[in-house]
Structures are given as structure tokens and as C-alpha cells.
């Protein structure tokens, strides 16, 4: 099981070094070998991002990401958001990537990132897709 931070999906959508790392966990997801989860705040920051550069293309891609299976983690979740408020609260990071270790964190995955080095002192398994 995996859970991806906005960076490691952006990597993958703008063509990015690393972005076929991205892509081949995505396709083992699709082929359900696997299981992957992105949190309803990264999801928001994944698409705010696109959107300012294209709004047809923010909903196209966070449509794509629905057809890979990712599971969407609601911030309904207790155990998640509440780690993420202890992981802000203990490392300088943003509160999106604080929800993204805290989703792995709480489901107990790795986390796919790609050059932020924010996630090194986190405590959480990392899959880097992107060069530091």
C-alpha cells in the first residue's frame, strides 16, 4: 500500500524526472496489486495547483487519478487528522504534506514524495520520485 503527496503526483502529470516511477505505481493500483491513497487535503492542493494553470485540466487529471483506484481519505478520518495537527505541531512542514504523513503514517504505507526533504525527520517509510 501506498499514499502519494501533491508533489510525487505532479511529477508524474507534468512529465517530470521520476515521473515513471509515479506511473508504475499508479498502474499497479489500476491492475489492483496494489492499493493507494491520497488525502482529500492533497487532493485539493493537487488540483489548486493545475487549476491556476488550466481549470479543464485540474478536472481532467483528478478524474485520471479516480480511474487509477486511488482512495480518496476524507478528513472525516480521527486518527488522521489528528496526527497530522502532531506532526505539524513537531516538524516545520506544510499542513498538506503534514496530512500526507500522517495518512501513511495512521495506515501504516509508504509514501511516495518526490524532492521535498521536509518528510526525512517524519518518522514515515518514503518512495522518492523525484531527485533531491
Not at 524526472?17 to 491513497?37: C, N, P, S, T
Not at 485520471?64 to 488522521?80: E, F, K, S, T, W
Request: charge should be neutral; charged fraction near 30%.
Amino acid at each position: 500500500m501506498v499514499v502519494f503527496d501533491t508533489e510525487s503526483l505532479l511529477i508524474f502529470y507534468l512529465g517530470e524526472k521520476g515521473a515513471d516511477i509515479v506511473e508504475d505505481l499508479l498502474r499497479r493500483i489500476q491492475r489492483k496489486e496494489e492499493k493507494g491513497f491520497l488525502n482529500i487535503v492533497n487532493l485539493t492542493e493537487f488540483y489548486y495547483i493545475l487549476y491556476r494553470r488550466a481549470p479543464a485540466l485540474a478536472d481532467e487529471k483528478v478524474h485520471n487519478l479516480r480511474v487509477y483506484g486511488l482512495q480518496i481519505v476524507p478528513l472525516a478520518d480521527n486518527a488522521v487528522w489528528r496526527e497530522a495537527g502532531k506532526i505539524k505541531g513537531e516538524h516545520a512542514i506544510s499542513l498538506a504534506d503534514a496530512f500526507a504523513a500522517a495518512t501513511a503514517r495512521v495506515k501504516k504505507d509508504k509514501l511516495v514524495v518526490g524532492r521535498d526533504e521536509d518528510f526525512n525527520k517524519i518518522g514515515v517509510p518514503l518512495i522518492r520520485a523525484g531527485l533531491i
